[in-house]
């Protein structure tokens, strides 16, 4: 086949997935995991059954890819925070960290405890979070040579501090509530005098 009748075929292919990853999370957000049956995607979606069929097996697997790129989205997000730098090692840490407490409030907000127990069985999300601890670790190495963080803990041990301290964001009440915890995490990570 010409490469143009390829490249064609496969961003409309592309397209038909992202119309039913799309669909089915408004569905789940407008009515709940339990509520969403493939016949309603299909249908939001403006694909026939057969066809979302042949794309996805069933309303696990979308939201399964939906999550993927979620994960994508949110890695990506604190990486560029990383990347922009400005400021010292320890305020690009309360930045990235800031961003980490902000996404896990935003995303416990709009998901029923249904949907997060059904996505965070994904291997992915392992995957995801060795990611996300690496890259705190490595901010905490950049800040530790600045003389700003404790050296009496291990910085993996610091890493994991962070991600479990700043997982209750997603139990907070408002944005205020959120960044007084990064405030209170980057207290346990300062160096004492």
């Keep these: 086949m010409p490469k143009l009748w390829n490249e064609t075929i496969e961003s409309h292919r592309h397209d038909v997935r992202q119309a039913i990853i799309d669909a089915t999370a408004e569905l789940v957000e407008e009515h709940g995991l339990m509520s969403v049956t493939m ?7 403006g694909i026939g059954r ?5 794309y996805f097996p069933d309303i ?3 939201l399964s890819a939906w999550h993927h790129q979620q994960i994508a989205l949110h890695l990506g997000h604190l990486g560029e925070i990383r990347a922009k730098g400005g400021g010292s090692a320890w305020q690009v840490l309360g930045r ?12 416990r907000r709009r998901h029923d405890a249904d949907l997060a127990a059904l996505l ?5 999300v392992s995957e995801a979070e060795s990611e996300l601890r690496r890259l705190i670790k490595e901010l905490l190495a950049d800040a530790v040579s600045t003389g700003r963080v404790r050296t009496d803990v291990g910085l993996n041990e610091l890493a ?20 007084r915890l990064v405030k209170v995490t980057l207290s346990g990570l300062s160096q004492r005098p």
Excluded: N, W
């Excluded at 990235?96 to 935003?106: D, H, P, R, S």
């Design 96 to 107: 990235v960290l800031e961003g980490f407490a902000v996404i896990t409030f935003e995303s």
């Design 60 to 62: 696990e697997s979308i």
């Design 39 to 45: 016949s309603q995607i299909a249908e939001q979606s």
């Design 160 to 179: 994991f501090y962070c991600l479990h301290s700043l997982a209750a964001a997603g139990s907070m009440p408002s944005k205020a509530a959120v960044h």
């Design 50 to 54: 057969a066809t979302l069929y042949k």
């Design 120 to 124: 965070h069985r994904d291997q992915r």
